[in-house]
């Protein structure tokens, strides 16, 4: 029989199974429910009961949806009765809506403290949902003093972690995050979304949705939800636009959910019977997925989440514990792509507990990772973590991102913006428009703290920061050390977009650390580059004569997008192609050894087309004498031609010149101007 395992269970198996474990439940009186006086309107609300009751034994999500809606419609015939109080609070319990769960619970204890066993369990979950965690780890201890002996012996850990969570809840209420979180209302509707994902300019966001008009236009059996499908929205000048069904052959006729993305948007993994795919965006097609391999993907574990390192050789992924999403998601593992093949898996110890992980995600610095845990110190469920990569190679220790980041409920898929200022994830808040929504979280800096609101248990920087606050001045939460260069490759006649190989090199060590390609159908690429080097980047295509850029990012260089479209020109006489990345000491003309990479990339073209002669050049800025300048351009041109020489190269292919200061591509006025001024270039003679 196909597997079809479903998205939402992987994520948030929680949702009912934790009250599962508990054995106890109360039965409704029948003939007490009908109260005092109260004859009119009873059969109609016994058959309710009776009704909701079956759905209730069932024990799935979709049968104590219906439950409750049945319950609910009861409780206003006769609102306090206890037992039907109690089972309206244990409904929501095991819906995405818990934190309802408290107004009826409360009142079911109110009304008869020993209407459960388990009363102050399921209390102290109600309070810890609407995070009044110290009263809620009162009510764990009274269950833990109060339950039989053989209940505890199989559920004391549990209710232990729940105590410990509310001790780590409470310490975080005392420093809540300032942050302004809102719905984005274009992407969602009344159907869930979640597991939002972004590219690193935030130009596009990917997302998973439960909605009506899916593929298969069908209701799964198990949750009475829609099959799942991936949808993407444009981010045109600040405003997400209505997102639109991505279609074949991402989405099919079961469920199909969104894992990962690299920077790009070029690449996406997605989730389907168990294990992780993969697909290429060609053009403005993307490819059918295919399974990554058995390194990755194991035969007798499910496989959920998955993310790429910035420069595409390691992944990230989540590897389960069990191949049942239902009781277990599992560890971080990594794999390292050597060649063109993913090596073994391996366990990132640091970042795994006894719990369970989900959620991977690598930001574009390549430094912090940001995952989902039930282990270290979380308030509840899963709550989202973050790690800086050490030079060791190891992570550092996991780090909370606090309330309201985090909930006493399951928090899962979290992603950063590149610039560390906004993050997006999916919940389930008063202002949603049903089920799981896709809300967007601005990290700000305000002149007076926010607040937890205990009147309504709700946070206070749910909502927009009211005057008071203060005018809401975007920081960062993660200090950015990363520069994202982004454009558009044409051909320079035609003007026409191009695939092209785009090649990141550090000039330090002379290797390679990235190569990707631009959309053959745009033109446009997208490269996240740590601080910390000095990058060649050099642009190919066949038929065409390379192009280099450099860029030079010292280790304190903040967060920066460069725009950098290119041009590449043909290989016809007098083309002219700037070496960029080739280097002298200053006033010197011995070439560094930074150079050899760009010069081996002219050696490469020469010897692919032996029927072509250059002439070298080289240029200065308008400081110096006129005679100084042409001396150290045509020597270091000539050290150009020698290094072309000793690889290989005819002498009588090449030409060389100084031309000084008289051939300026930019101004002389500024430092940026002088130093465009100062290069070596080649022209096709």
């Given at each position: 029989?196909?597997?079809?395992?479903?998205f939402?269970i992987?994520i948030?198996s929680?949702?009912?199974?934790?009250?599962?474990?508990?054995?106890?439940?109360?039965?409704?009186?029948y003939?007490?429910?009908v109260?005092?006086?109260?004859?009119?309107?009873?059969?109609e609300?016994?058959?309710?009961?009776?009704?909701?009751?079956?759905?209730?034994?069932?024990?799935?999500?979709?049968?104590?949806?219906?439950?409750?809606e049945?319950?609910?419609?009861?409780?206003?015939?006769?609102?306090n009765?206890?037992?039907?109080?109690?089972?309206?609070?244990?409904?929501?319990?095991?819906?995405?809506?818990?934190a309802?769960?408290l107004?009826?619970?409360?009142?079911?204890?109110?009304?008869?403290?020993n209407v459960?066993?388990?009363i102050?369990?399921?209390?102290?979950?109600?309070?810890?949902?609407?995070?009044l965690?110290?009263?809620?780890?009162?009510?764990?201890?009274?269950?833990?003093?109060?339950?039989?002996?053989?209940?505890?012996?199989?559920?004391?850990?549990?209710?232990?972690?729940?105590?410990?969570?509310?001790?780590?809840?409470?310490?975080?209420?005392?420093?809540?995050?300032?942050?302004?979180?809102?719905?984005?209302?274009?992407?969602?509707g009344?159907?869930?979304?979640?597991?939002?994902?972004?590219?690193?300019d935030?130009?596009?966001?990917?997302?998973?949705?439960?909605r009506?008009?899916?593929?298969?236009?069908?209701i799964?059996?198990?949750?009475?939800?829609?099959?799942?499908?991936?949808?993407?929205?444009?981010?045109?000048?600040?405003?997400?636009?209505?997102?639109?069904?991505?279609?074949?052959?991402?989405?099919?006729?079961?469920?199909?959910?969104?894992?990962?993305?690299?920077?790009?948007?070029?690449?996406?993994?997605?989730?389907?019977?168990?294990?992780?795919y993969?697909?290429?965006?060609?053009?403005?097609?993307?490819s059918k997925?295919?399974?990554?391999?058995?390194?990755?993907?194991?035969?007798?574990h499910?496989?959920?989440?998955?993310?790429?390192?910035?420069?595409?050789?390691?992944?990230?992924?989540?590897?389960?514990?069990?191949?049942?999403?239902?009781?277990s998601?599992?560890?971080?593992?990594?794999?390292?792509?050597?060649?063109?093949?993913?090596?073994?898996?391996v366990?990132i110890?640091?970042?795994?507990?006894?719990?369970?992980?989900?959620?991977?995600?690598?930001?574009?610095?390549?430094?912090?990772?940001?995952?989902?845990s039930?282990?270290?110190?979380?308030?509840?469920?899963?709550?989202?973590?973050?790690?800086?990569l050490?030079?060791?190679?190891?992570?550092?220790?996991?780090?909370?991102?606090?309330?309201?980041?985090?909930?006493?409920?399951?928090?899962?898929y979290f992603?950063?913006?590149?610039?560390?200022?906004t993050?997006?994830?999916?919940?389930?808040?008063?202002?949603?428009?049903?089920?799981?929504?896709?809300?967007?979280?601005?990290?700000?800096?305000?002149?007076?703290?926010?607040?937890?609101?205990?009147?309504?248990?709700?946070?206070?920087?749910?909502?927009?920061p009211?005057?008071e606050?203060?005018?809401?001045?975007v920081?960062?939460?993660?200090?950015?050390?990363?520069?994202?260069?982004?454009?558009?490759?044409?051909?320079?006649?035609?003007?026409?977009?191009?695939?092209?190989?785009?090649?990141?090199?550090?000039?330090?060590?002379?290797?390679?650390?990235?190569?990707?390609?631009?959309?053959?159908?745009?033109?446009?690429?997208?490269i996240s580059?740590?601080?910390?080097?000095?990058?060649?980047?050099?642009?190919?295509?066949?038929?065409?004569?390379?192009?280099?850029?450099?860029?030079?990012?010292?280790?304190?260089?903040?967060?920066?997008?460069?725009?950098?479209?290119?041009?590449?020109?043909?290989?016809?006489?007098?083309?002219?192609?700037?070496?960029?990345?080739?280097?002298?000491?200053?006033?010197?003309?011995?070439?560094?050894?930074?150079?050899?990479?760009?010069?081996?990339?002219?050696?490469?073209?020469?010897?692919?087309?032996?029927?072509?002669?250059?002439?070298?050049?080289?240029h200065?800025?308008?400081?110096?004498?006129?005679e100084?300048?042409?001396t150290?351009?045509?020597?270091?041109?000539?050290?150009?031609?020698?290094?072309?020489?000793?690889?290989?190269?005819?002498?009588?292919?090449?030409?060389?010149?100084?031309?000084?200061?008289?051939?300026?591509?930019?101004?002389?006025?500024?430092?940026?101007?002088r130093?465009?001024?100062?290069?070596v270039?080649?022209?096709?003679l």
């Amino acid at each position: 029989m196909k597997r079809i395992i479903i998205f939402t269970i992987a994520i948030f198996s929680t949702i009912y199974a934790f009250s599962q474990q508990i054995p106890y439940q109360v039965e409704i009186d029948y003939k007490a429910f009908v109260g005092e006086e109260k004859k009119e309107g009873y059969k109609e609300a016994k058959d309710k009961l009776k009704e909701a009751d079956k759905n209730y034994e069932l024990d799935n999500r979709a049968a104590y949806a219906q439950a409750l809606e049945l319950y609910l419609d009861a409780n206003k015939y006769n609102p306090n009765n206890a037992e039907l109080n109690f089972k309206i609070g244990y409904c929501y319990l095991n819906t995405l809506y818990k934190a309802n769960s408290l107004k009826y619970i409360e009142k079911a204890y109110d009304l008869k403290k020993n209407v459960s066993p388990a009363i102050n369990l399921y209390y102290g979950m109600a309070l810890q949902y609407n995070y009044l965690f110290e009263q809620a780890a009162k009510e764990y201890q009274t269950f833990r003093t109060t339950a039989p002996s053989e209940i505890m012996m199989q559920y004391g850990t549990m209710v232990n972690k729940k105590i410990e969570e509310c001790k780590t809840g409470a310490e975080l209420m005392e420093n809540v995050k300032d942050v302004m979180i809102q719905n984005i209302s274009a992407l969602n509707g009344e159907y869930g979304e979640y597991a939002p994902l972004i590219t690193a300019d935030e130009s596009l966001l990917y997302f998973t949705s439960r909605r009506i008009g899916s593929s298969s236009n069908q209701i799964w059996e198990i949750d009475g939800q829609y099959f799942e499908d991936i949808y993407v929205s444009e981010n045109k000048n600040g405003v997400w636009l209505p997102p639109v069904n991505i279609g074949e052959p991402l989405n099919t006729k079961e469920h199909d959910a969104t894992v990962g993305l690299s920077a790009d948007g070029q690449s996406m993994f997605l989730y389907r019977d168990l294990d992780i795919y993969y697909s290429e965006l060609e053009g403005e097609i993307w490819s059918k997925p295919k399974k990554l391999p058995k390194t990755i993907n194991s035969s007798d574990h499910q496989e959920n989440s998955a993310a790429y390192s910035p420069d595409g050789k390691t992944l990230y992924f989540v590897r389960g514990k069990t191949n049942n999403p239902a009781s277990s998601n599992g560890d971080l593992y990594k794999s390292v792509l050597v060649g063109n093949k993913w090596s073994e898996s391996v366990p990132i110890k640091e970042l795994n507990t006894k719990y369970d992980e989900d959620g991977v995600y690598m930001h574009p610095d390549g430094r912090t990772i940001y995952f989902s845990s039930k282990g270290f110190n979380s308030i509840g469920g899963y709550d989202i973590f973050k790690a800086e990569l050490q030079d060791n190679g190891k992570f550092s220790t996991p780090e909370n991102m606090g309330i309201p980041v985090n909930s006493p409920d399951d928090d899962v898929y979290f992603v950063m913006g590149a610039d560390g200022r906004t993050g997006y994830y999916s919940s389930v808040k008063p202002d949603g428009k049903g089920g799981q929504d896709i809300y967007k979280m601005i990290f700000l800096k305000l002149d007076k703290p926010l607040t937890i609101n205990t009147d309504d248990n709700l946070i206070a920087c749910l909502t927009k920061p009211t005057s008071e606050a203060g005018t809401p001045e975007v920081m960062e939460v993660l200090k950015i050390y990363l520069t994202i260069v982004k454009g558009t490759i044409t051909d320079a006649d035609t003007k026409l977009p191009l695939k092209a190989s785009i090649e990141i090199t550090d000039n330090g060590t002379g290797k390679e650390v990235m190569q990707f390609f631009s959309n053959q159908k745009t033109g446009k690429y997208l490269i996240s580059l740590p601080s910390g080097k000095n990058y060649g980047m050099a642009v190919r295509a066949d038929g065409y004569l390379f192009h280099s850029e450099n860029f030079d990012i010292p280790h304190a260089e903040g967060y920066q997008e460069i725009i950098k479209d290119v041009e590449l020109k043909s290989m016809k006489k007098g083309s002219i192609v700037i070496l960029r990345n080739v280097f002298f000491d200053y006033n010197k003309y011995s070439l560094r050894p930074e150079s050899n990479t760009e010069l081996n990339r002219l050696v490469k073209i020469l010897v692919e087309n032996p029927e072509m002669r250059i002439e070298i050049s080289g240029h200065t800025d308008s400081d110096g004498t006129d005679e100084h300048n042409i001396t150290l351009s045509k020597n270091r041109s000539e050290a150009v031609v020698n290094y072309l020489i000793t690889n290989g190269i005819s002498k009588s292919r090449l030409e060389f010149r100084g031309a000084g200061e008289k051939e300026p591509i930019d101004t002389n006025a500024t430092e940026a101007g002088r130093q465009n001024n100062r290069r070596v270039q080649f022209q096709v003679l």
